[in-house]
């Protein structure tokens, strides 16, 4: 199994804290179920509070800091993804970077990865699109752009009527069938976890769901919600119910993990109860 990141495993604990404060002995917790020391896990919450990428709520508690919180509110909105789906009729949204630096490569990740955040394309150098079916249209793109990369300045319009050859090449610019497949195959393994999870002790279960719960939410973020014809509507739709149901008993395991690791801390050891 690859390394655990201490730093990676905090942030995403309290991402799914969606805005409610942790504990540094959960944060401890959390880590040492990945094989992270004590030490490294609280080393590790003092680098991410220096940065802002977490901040104190009170005595030996955290929550995500001002430099987190574009990510996470981005993040949040995972759970009414499909709500945010309109019906396609067959125009695009679009984004002109060309007047962007490209010279700061770290300027340059920011904005690519708000890129692929909200499902945009490259068509043609600096220009991306996507399919016009997300409410809002280009108000909310725009200032989801912006949210995502402060640094973000260029034109959001919509796109009509491209010709056949650009149509073609437009709606090739994402695999619908391994995009449809993917949730298929994603579901059918949350599904199957679902019905043997009773079985699993308790820091296993507590384990298990945190990797194949990050990793089903992160398809669900950088889905680029197409709609119909490009991806199968009605298998996403299954996989983000199968998601969401997975998300409810995994909270429910780490609250079972963390008060029972809690009482553990809290009860007299042998040698205080003779005594």
Known sequence: MKKANPRAI???????????EMSARDAVAGCALFGIGENSARVTLVRLASEQMIEAAGRGAYRLGPQATSLASEVATWRNAEQRVRTWKGDWLAAHTGAMKRADRTALRARQRALELVGLRELHRDLYLRPNNLAGGVAVMRERLEKLDRAFDAPVFVVRDLDSAREKRARSLWNGRALTLLYATTRRKLEAWLERAPELELENAARES??????AIRQIVFDPLLPEPLVDVGERRAFHEAVL?????????WRSFTATRQRLASAPSHSEATH
Do not use: Q
């Open 10 to 20: 905090i942030l995403k604990l309290l991402l799914a804290a969606e805005g409610k």
């Open 210 to 215: 945190y990797l194949l719960g990050d990793k």
């Open 245 to 253: 149901r997975f998300d409810r008993t995994g909270h429910a395991i």
